[in-house]
């Protein structure tokens, strides 16, 4: 069984920044895509950033790029997303996700409990 455990959401003004990170935990042989994915109210689930941690090679929501930016340890099964320039839009819940496979274009197996991350003045 493997534990997501997600932190770093909050409240943040308009313009502002926050640190999302997630560390993986449990009887794992070895997780190798990581990402988040978000849900806003009354919206469906939808991806915002995806990392293969041993290549780095990363995917993208348009939405979002250019201000996310994901980075992932494959040593310690963690990965972490720095958001940038934050709008009232990325207002959602934030899930980390993790699959033992390499891919980027859908969403592993295993999901954390969610963060909060409310935009607001």
């Known amino acids: 069984q493997v534990q997501l455990v997600e932190s770093g959401g909050g409240l943040v003004q308009p313009g502002g920044s926050l640190r999302l990170s997630c560390a993986a935990s449990?009887?794992?042989?070895?997780?190798?895509?990581m990402g988040w994915y978000r849900q806003a109210p009354g919206k469906q689930r939808e991806l915002v950033a995806a990392?293969?941690?041993?290549?780095?090679?990363?995917k993208y929501a348009e939405s979002v790029k250019g201000r996310f930016t994901i980075s992932g340890d494959n040593t310690k099964n963690t990965v972490y997303l720095q958001l940038n320039n934050l709008a009232p839009e990325d207002t959602a819940v934030y899930y980390c996700?993790?699959?033992?496979?390499?891919?980027?274009?859908?969403?592993?197996?295993?999901w954390g409990q969610g963060t909060q991350v409310t935009v607001s003045s």
């Open positions: 996700n993790a699959a033992q496979g390499f891919v980027l274009s859908r969403a592993g197996d295993y």
């Open positions: 449990g009887t794992v042989a070895r997780l190798n895509t």
């Open positions: 990392v293969i941690l041993s290549s780095y090679t990363t």
